[in-house]
């Protein structure tokens, strides 16, 4: 382990670091917006980048900024203007300073352009976003063809080194991302051969309304058409089975609802979404780690098991989009100011979430403490697959929540948070799901 530096960066100055935010995306800054216009001081955003604004910094399309600012921007344009409002309220951004150990008491060792270096902090907020599955995760058979590509690694090549790694590649996926890939591909004259999904519907959701209560646009049924007006034929209920070619990627086998296999030529796979927390710098540390939503266990004020850290953004679970991570940011930023001046109310007690049924993915925060005051106030749940019914909150003998949804993969679900725990007398409740 090093721990001492030949020089050390400006991080190490004799000012005392109230509030150390991991990660420069849309949740980080505005976490350290907000902190600062809270009245903290000395707020340092670390961002291994050599530029801060996350994601958004390498997706060349719109639509972003509409919650935020109420404007639709470009992602790199979004990126600009939330690094340059973190700069106007001086909070300090650390580019190319990498995190690589959080340690208890808010200790963080770090390696910049001058070694590495510990730095120590009042409270630490994560905000390392999130990434796609990899190939290898995805469990893809086939030769280490070059071409493969994960729509993130795609976006960064087209829109900052200006690259084109292949002409005709198939796209995997019908998440949100996988359709703002058509637009990544657009943008670089490649032009896709086919989409496929593995479910029967598509996957995405759009996120909002256009112009909410004026412009409601049935965006799924606009979805499911805009790769075909693209010239790209989309298979639902298809998989992808093997990847042929050497040194380049010369076709792919498919698998179609009807069962029928089918070869399909191109030049290049495009793995979208399947979005994972990064949180590797987590999952090395001290912290508890939540294996369902794969990042850390929380409560409804983002604290972690260690209570110097704070947990937001995409990290919390995978995948939102750059909005709602900026409101989670921001709330964020609110609650640990109050905590650093001893006002975050305490709880009398602590409920702790259990997920008793396979369809439901995730539920996030995993601990809710009452009385309820401030913080998060719905429960996030994810499902792995279309279903009708109730969502069941039981706790000891007792139903104390009780709910009829429709759910769909990877589509948010929320749960106020009051309605769920106002019956509940114990330390627990068991989430349930039973089909219709
Ligand atoms: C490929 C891809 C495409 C997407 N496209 C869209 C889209 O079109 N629209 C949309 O709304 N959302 C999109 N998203 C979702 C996206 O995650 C959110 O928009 C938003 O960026 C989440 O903000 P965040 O701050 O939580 O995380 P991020 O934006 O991911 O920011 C995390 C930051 O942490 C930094 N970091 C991580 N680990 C460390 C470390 N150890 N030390 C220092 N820095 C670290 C990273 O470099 C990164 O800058 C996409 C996500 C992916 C993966």
Redesign the pocket.
Known sequence: MVDRAVEKSSLGSDIPIDVAI???????LSAAIELKRCGVSRVVV????SEAG???RH?GHPP?GMREFKRILT?PNYAKKLVALASAVEVEIHTM???VEARPDGELLITTNFGAEVINAGRVIY??????MPRSARLISGKRNSGIV???AL?SMVYLKHRMPFKRPIIIGTE??SF?TIMTCHHAGIKPVTMIGEHDEITARWPYSVFPGLIDIPFRTGLRIFPRIMGIPLHLGARLIAIDGDDNVSSVQIELANGIRQTVECDGVILTGK?TP?AT?ALSGHLDIDPATGGPVVDQYGRCSDPVYCAT???LRP?E???W?WNE?RQAGRLVADDLKNKLPEFDRRIQIYLSDTLIKYAMPKFVGLPLSAGMEDLQLRFKNSAKGYIIGTSGEETVYRRKVSVHPEHRVIIALDKLTNKCSEGNIQLTFEER
């Open positions: 991991i990660g420069g995306g849309p949740s980080g670390l961002e291994r980048e996350g994601i958004p997706c972003f992602g300073t990498t995190v905000a390392t976003g999130v990434r796609e994960n729509s993130g976006q949100l991302v703002s979005f990064e710098l953004g995409n990290l995948g989009t750059a909005g991570c940011g």
